[in-house]
């Protein structure tokens, strides 16, 4: 019983990462108008035995299914930034951002779940209740786990160690504390069978978007020569992420009660996350940059164990996601916009 909730808490946290940050892995501008979309977005999300892709204006979940087929959902993107320019905004599109893609995440992780399943015959997707009750739960075992914690041993640290701590070294203390919880939990559930294919597969999504990156034709030869460590990854994100909230959280009063502390932690989560996003969009756009570069760094070391090398079958499942998403933004009707 133990075994099996951790590992579907492995699963929700693992599709949840995937989902969070699905919109964020741009692709490199500057294409040729005649050939394809300028300054497409590709953005990709690793689910169980498949693999959810994002274009500019479309969708799509390729999933593996157990007699050896592939299971394809698709779908038009609806944009709220044309319909509320608003959302446009620096530091507020990345909140939106986010929000859609855990939306789009955990559906798509979802149907993945169903699909693959061999053995549970009749299971029907989860309707939009359970949906929003997933996320709820995700986010709530994230603020437990990620804030909550780090930040009641930070504060027992400081009573029983150095009550003199100023402010800025308080919240360094609660975000190495953070930032070890993460690393921790991330390599643990690497360790599980599960968790390692849906670690495959996410290494099948970096490949395959740097194929589309270098023009070359989509096929698993091409694909199976890239790296899997790819620069605007979303992991990456997620780093910026910690980063950003010990800045941040240093503007908290350090002799305000746990309780504001906590909350706001809480509060200020979307101003992080928006901020972080504005950051990982400039350094994918100047990705020669060397500041940049060093800024990516941790964020490749945190792929080595968010990612493994895929195998061809996987590749394939990446290659079809990308190229049915890529349909929507076909140039000319029936030609997706890929080299």
Not at 203 to 217: L, R, S, Y
Not at 285 to 291: D, K
Request: aromatic residues 10%; proline residues 4%.
């Amino acid at each position: 019983m133990v075994r099996r909730l951790w590992i579907r808490s492995a699963r929700l946290f693992a599709g949840v990462l995937g989902a969070l940050t699905n919109g964020l892995t741009s692709s490199m501008p500057s294409f040729d108008r005649n050939d394809r979309n300028v300054d497409m977005l590709i953005g990709g999300q690793a689910v169980i035995e498949g693999v959810m892709m994002r274009s500019l204006t479309g969708y799509s979940v390729a999933v593996r299914q157990p007699n050896g087929g592939v299971a394809i959902r698709k779908d038009r993107l609806q944009s709220l930034a044309k319909r509320y320019p608003i959302v446009k905004l620096p530091i507020l599109r990345g909140s939106i951002v986010l929000i859609q893609s855990l939306i789009l995440g955990i559906r798509a992780l979802n149907y993945s779940a169903v699909v693959s399943s061999a053995d549970e015959e009749g299971e029907e997707e989860l309707s939009s209740w359970a949906v929003a009750g997933s996320m709820i739960f995700a986010l709530v075992l994230g603020v437990a786990v990620f804030i909550f914690a780090p930040l009641l041993l930070t504060n027992l640290i400081r009573k029983y160690v150095d009550p003199a701590m100023g402010n800025l070294t308080y919240n360094i203390v609660d975000g190495v504390i953070r930032a070890i919880f993460f690393f921790i939990y991330i390599w643990s559930i690497s360790l599980l069978d599960d968790i390692k294919r849906v670690f495959a597969y996410h290494g099948a999504e970096h490949k395959t978007v740097f194929t589309f990156e270098a023009c070359e034709d989509l096929t698993v030869e091409n694909a199976r020569t890239k790296s899997r460590l790819h620069p605007r990854c979303g992991t990456s994100f997620l780093l910026f992420v910690l980063a950003v909230s010990i800045i941040v959280f240093s503007f908290v009063p350090p002799t305000s009660p746990f309780a504001v502390k906590f909350g706001a932690r809480v509060v200020l989560l979307p101003l992080i996350a928006g901020i972080a996003y504005e950051i990982i969009r400039f350094s994918a756009r100047h990705i020669e940059n060397r500041l940049c570069r060093v800024a990516i760094t941790p964020g490749l070391w945190l792929q080595r164990i968010t990612t493994r090398e895929p195998d061809d079958s996987q590749l394939e499942i990446a290659i079809i996601a990308l190229r049915e998403a890529l349909e929507y933004d076909a140039v000319e009707p029936g030609r997706a916009a890929v080299a």
